[in-house]
C-alpha cells in the first residue's frame, strides 16, 4: 500500500522543539522530492520547505528559516522536519507530500505535489 504517515506533532511551549517524521511505505521516497506543508485554522495552506530526492537539496520558506530544518534518512524511509525555537504562530496542522517532478528539485507550490500524508497537529501554547 503506497501511503505517506507523519507523525510526531504535539503540544509544546513557545520557544521548544518538535521533529516530525514523514515515512513513507509502498515506495522509495528518496526518490522523490518531499515538502513540508502547514495549515493553521482559518488560513491558506502554506509550504514550510522541501528536500529534492537526490541529493537532498533544501529550501525554508522566510517564516522559518533558521529554526526548521529538513533532512532525510534514506535507510527509514523517511523525512523529518527539525522544529527549533517555535512560536506560537507555528501552531497548525503540518502536511508531508511528494512530488513526481524531477529528482533533484525542491518545489514550493502545492500544485506541484501528487500524494498527500493525513497530516500531524502541532500546538506552541504556554
Known amino acids: 500500500q503506497v501511503q505517506l504517515v507523519e507523525s510526531g506533532g504535539d503540544l509544546v511551549q513557545p520557544g521548544g522543539s518538535l521533529k516530525l517524521s514523514c515515512k513513507a511505505s509502498g515506495f522509495d521516497l528518496d526518490i522523490y522530492p518531499t515538502g513540508w506543508f502547514r495549515q493553521a485554522p482559518v488560513k491558506a495552506r502554506e509550504a514550510v520547505g522541501c528536500?529534492?530526492?537526490?541529493?537532498?537539496?533544501?529550501f525554508y520558506a522566510d517564516p522559518v528559516k533558521g529554526r526548521f530544518t529538513i533532512s532525510r534518512d534514506n535507510g527509514k524511509n523517511t523525512v523529518y522536519l527539525q522544529m527549533n525555537s517555535l512560536k506560537p504562530e507555528d501552531t497548525a496542522v503540518y502536511y508531508c507530500a511528494i512530488s513526481g517532478g524531477l529528482r533533484d528539485q525542491c518545489y514550493v507550490p502545492a500544485r506541484e505535489y501528487d500524494r498527500w500524508g493525513q497530516g500531524t497537529q502541532v500546538t506552541v501554547s504556554s
Open positions: 528536500i529534492s530526492g537526490r541529493r537532498a537539496k533544501t
